[in-house]
C-alpha cells in the first residue's frame, strides 16, 4: 500500500449517517483497556496510537478509556459502540494464570462478548486481549510481553485502518 492510500484509509464518504462522517472528519476510535498490569498494556495503545497516526488518523481520533480488569471489557466496548461516536472499538488486555484455572475462562468470555458486541452493533471491535501460556512478574517475562504488545498495538491499528476501508465498500446496511 503507498502512502497516498494509507493516508486516504480515513477518509470517510459524506453518504455515511454517522456525525463524523457527515462534517467529513476522520473516524474515532475507543480504546478499551484493563488496569492489570497496566505498564504492558499501555505499550500497545502507545504503539496503536503511532500506527494510526503513520496511517494517517491524529492521535486525537483514538479516546482511552481504562477499566478495573478483561471482564469488564465487553460492557464497555458495547456502550461505547452504541453511542454512535465511534467507527471502531479495541480493547485491550493481559489475562493471565493466576495459579487458580479461571483465566482461560476469563479469556474467553471476553472474547466472546467483544464478538458479540461487533456483531450486534455493526462497529468492528479489535482485540488486543492476550492470553500467554506462561507468564511470570519476573523482568524477563515483563520485558518479553512489553515487546509484545507493541507489535500487537501496530497490528490491531492496521487491521482497524483496513477494516475500516473495506467497510466503506460495502452496501449500507438497511
Known sequence: MNQTDQTSIFSIPSSSSSTAAAKGAAPRVAWVSACWHRGIVQQACHSFKAELQR????????????????????????????????????????????????????????????????????????????????????????????????????EAAQACAQTLASLRRLPSPR
Open 55 to 154: 496511517l494517517g488518523l491524529p492521535e486525537s481520533g483514538v479516546d482511552e478509556f481504562e477499566v478495573p480488569g478483561a471482564f469488564e471489557i465487553p460492557l464497555h466496548a458495547q456502550r461505547l459502540a452504541r453511542s454512535g461516536h465511534y467507527q471502531a472499538v479495541v480493547a485491550c488486555a493481559l489475562v493471565v494464570d493466576g495459579g487458580i484455572y479461571r483465566h482461560d475462562f476469563v479469556a474467553s468470555a471476553v472474547i466472546d462478548g467483544l464478538m458479540r458486541v461487533q456483531l450486534d452493533s455493526g462497529v468492528p471491535v479489535f482485540s488486543v486481549v492476550l492470553t500467554p501460556h506462561h507468564f511470570h512478574e519476573h523482568e524477563e517475562h515483563q520485558r518479553y510481553f512489553a515487546t509484545h504488545f507493541i507489535k500487537k498495538g501496530q
